[in-house]
């Protein structure tokens, strides 16, 4: 999730634990544990694609914050020994570990348990999602104005979590509704990823991906009965096996689990995450390899500019979101990335 949502999360368990004993100078400890795992941006791993896939590694696996919240409590403890060692260890440990949590619940990936497996990655929330943040950001300011109002940040904290709860429903609800129409487009054994559209876990996206094609549609719970409009986007199997013995191909290919669209721009073979943003405004892409001829050198990945949204997407969506567009063309809100009709 975004750095305001975990630093009001983190602020609202650490008020909800220990607000009595540490007053207002609880919420900071909590914001400031609950940006903690983020740091690792700061990190160069030396590449594009590696930092990249790196980030939400280590600092978010559940086998490396465990310990960690030991060490850091008995520090605090040794601060502040007015508060105990056990609750220091609760406030501690449920701010670092629901950080990584909360992270699984997004799109991008979250390796819950580096350095084995590949990264988690529920698609049922947004990393933006102001219904989820708002009840935490109440609980605080409630907390701040008068504090210690555990039982208001307690509210909050039950409130967000049941609309975490709620996203994971509505994601359950969405794919069964794409499903068959999916099936009777021929992309029934597809891969399929269904995830929430910016802002909102009202209208959704899904994504359904063969070897040779990729299909897009919009869907959600002010569409009634109305027919989904498939998009399809055709996908390069040879340029995708070209580079697929690439070390950095082979690494975005995990990381991604093969939800990406190869193009030639140029000379150069590019790479891009199809899971985040729309069709035409994918924000991370990598050259991967140089084509000269029937030769193909590999790389230094490095990440190409993320391309504009249209101005004029933000009604599109709001429109869409509230049923007055029965259909949504991801191609309307921004340039294409590749040809076709919707």
């Known amino acids: 999730m975004d750095s305001i949502t975990q630093i009001a999360l983190g602020a609202s368990i650490a008020g909800a634990v220990a607000g009595k ?59 502040q020994p007015k508060v105990s060692y056990r609750r220091w260890l609760a406030l501690v440990g449920l701010v670092l570990l629901t950080h990584p949590l909360l992270d699984t619940f997004t799109t991008y990936g979250t390796q819950l348990f580096w350095p084995f497996g590949r990264p988690l990655a529920i698609n049922s929330i947004f990393i933006i999602d102001p219904l989820y943040t708002l009840p935490l950001l109440l609980g605080c300011l409630a907390f701040l104005v008068r504090p210690p109002a555990t039982k208001t940040l307690a509210l909050s904290l039950m409130l967000s979590t049941l609309y975490l709860g709620w996203s994971v429903t509505a994601q359950h609800w969405i794919t069964e509704r794409v499903k068959p129409a ?80 190869y193009e030639l721009r140029g000379q150069q073979i590019t790479a891009t995450d199809i899971r985040l943003g729309i069709p035409g405004a994918h924000p991370f892409t990598f050259a991967l390899a140089e084509v000269q001829g029937s030769d193909l050198t590999a790389l230094p990945s490095g990440q190409l500019p993320r391309p504009a949204m249209n101005p004029d997407a933000l009604p599109v969506l709001w429109s869409r979101l509230t049923g007055k567009t029965p259909a949504l063309c991801l191609r309307t809100l921004s340039a294409p990335l590749e040809g076709g009709n919707c």
Not at 31 to 60: C, K
Not at 219 to 227: E, I, K, S, Y
Not at 229 to 252: G, I, K, M, N, Y
């Open 21 to 79: 004993a540490l007053g207002r100078s609880a919420l900071l400890t909590g914001a400031v544990l609950g940006t903690l795992p983020d740091l690792d941006v700061l990190i160069d791993y030396g590449t594009a694609v590696a930092n990249f896939t790196q980030h939400r590694g280590f600092s978010h696996s559940l086998l490396v914050l465990a310990p960690l919240s030991l060490l850091i409590a008995w520090g605090l403890s040794r601060w």
């Open 182 to 261: 999916l099936a009777a487009a021929g992309f029934g054994n597809a891969a399929l990823m269904v995830q929430p559209m910016p802002f909102n876990t009202a209208l959704w996206r899904a994504t359904a991906i063969t070897d040779e094609t990729r299909v897009e549609t919009v869907t959600g719970f002010f569409d009634g009965d109305n027919d989904l409009t498939l998009e399809r986007f055709a996908r390069d199997p040879e340029l995708a096996q070209s580079v697929s013995h690439l070390p950095e191909a082979r690494q975005l290919d995990w990381f991604t689990n093969g939800f990406l669209h």
